[in-house]
């Protein structure tokens, strides 16, 4: 091929494979954390490898399920701290997977930029590899995307997906019958949901990322990027007591949209809203906001991040597994006769 006049090169187009190849290198300790039985290959192949059997796999079934961090995102671009919104991206696919009954096997992640900044690719990728420690799935695979023009200055988008498995005829929801317990596992504050409503709230404030938290510790932006908590071994344990009927990741949507999804068409659920405290980070974004109860309810999670739904003899036993696992468990209610969430009670 003969030389072009002008020499122009993909890096001066804006794109810097050199900083893609030395991001490869610096993650690949974060992925090596990563890793569990059924993981075929490290990462730099086309494609990432798992060995279902290797995994302990008789007859399995695949469940995947995807998302990303929604707006939440612009805070953590704002104010610099991006290394949680990583654990973020993890967590709002797992949990997702745990509650079909599934356990979490591997994980790949999306990351798209104007441009790469290495260090700042490294936090993510490293605070992805923290969530898929944390619940036991494997960092097998990603992509970075470097596309100036469609980001402008440090903007950048996550996006991921994660693939589980389960026995065959192991799937939940399962038996969910009328009289069943409800129990309630607290959660780390706003997850990743409704971030929209929170920046138009923190807006009305008049306060910066960089103001003292008005319901916490540390800055304002600091209290509102901390991290979505993963509840998928705490939930494997629950559902190895043979006593969970159905579980419910409350994200957005809230209580109010997420619950009704694990019921039978002819079940609904009686909720006690006395049965648990708001937290700070809620009443604050109630009040500075006018965000009336059932708003809040529909939009956040609350305080209570994953419902469990037991068998009522089973209830107790699966209440203890859940908090040796180290889980903070609230009883909310039950399953009755109807459709939807019925509360009792009022958020305080």
């Known amino acids: 091929m003969s030389q072009a006049k ?29 890793m569990r039985p059924g993981v075929m290959a490290g990462l730099g192949g086309f494609g990432g490898l798992f060995d279902l059997k290797a995994a302990g796999f008789t007859d399995p079934v695949l469940v995947a399920a995807t998302d990303g961090v929604g707006t939440k995102l612009r805070i953590a671009i704002d104010t610099g701290h991006v290394g949680g919104v ?50 036991g799935c494997a960092l097998i695979g990603g992509e970075t995307a470097e596309m100036p023009g469609m980001y402008e200055g440090a903007d950048f988008d996550l996006a991921g997906f994660a693939v589980g498995a389960m026995e065959r005829g192991t799937a939940l929801p399962a038996g969910v019958g009328e009289g069943d ?63 969970v009927h159905g579980l419910a990741h409350i ?33 604050w974004l109630a009040e500075v906001g006018g965000v009336e109860e059932a708003e809040m309810l529909k939009t956040f999670n609350a305080g209570i991040g994953m419902i469990v739904v037991a068998a009522a003899s089973e209830a107790e036993a699966v209440a203890v597994a859940l908090h040796e696992a180290g889980e903070t468990v609230v009883p909310l209610g039950r399953v009755v006769e109807g459709k939807g969430v019925r509360y009792s009670g009022a958020l305080a």
């Open 6 to 34: 002008n020499g122009l090169t993909y890096a001066e187009a804006g794109v810097d494979i050199d900083a893609g190849n030395a991001l490869v290198e610096r993650i690949k300790p974060a992925a090596k954390r990563t």
């Open 86 to 135: 990583g654990i973020d991206l993890v967590a709002m696919c797992v949990n997702d997977l745990v509650c079909q009954g599934a356990e979490p096997l591997f994980f790949l992640d999306y990351f798209a930029t104007g441009a790469l900044d290495v260090d700042r690719a490294t936090a993510i990728v490293e605070g992805i590899a923290e969530g898929c420690v944390r619940s």
């Open 251 to 283: 994200t957005g949507g809230g209580i109010t949209e997420n619950l009704p999804r694990v019921l039978p068409d002819a079940l609904g659920a009686e909720v006690d809203l006395t049965a648990w405290k708001l937290p700070p980070v809620f009443r």
């Open 181 to 243: 317990v409800l129990l309630g596992l607290t959660s780390d504050g706003v997850h990743s949901n409704g971030y929209s409503l929170v920046r138009r709230i923190v807006e009305m404030s008049g306060l910066g990322w960089d103001a003292a938290s008005p319901f916490g510790d540390g800055t304002l932006g600091e209290a509102l990027l901390t991290p979505t908590r993963l509840y998928v071994k705490p939930a494997l344990a629950a559902i190895k007591t043979g006593g």
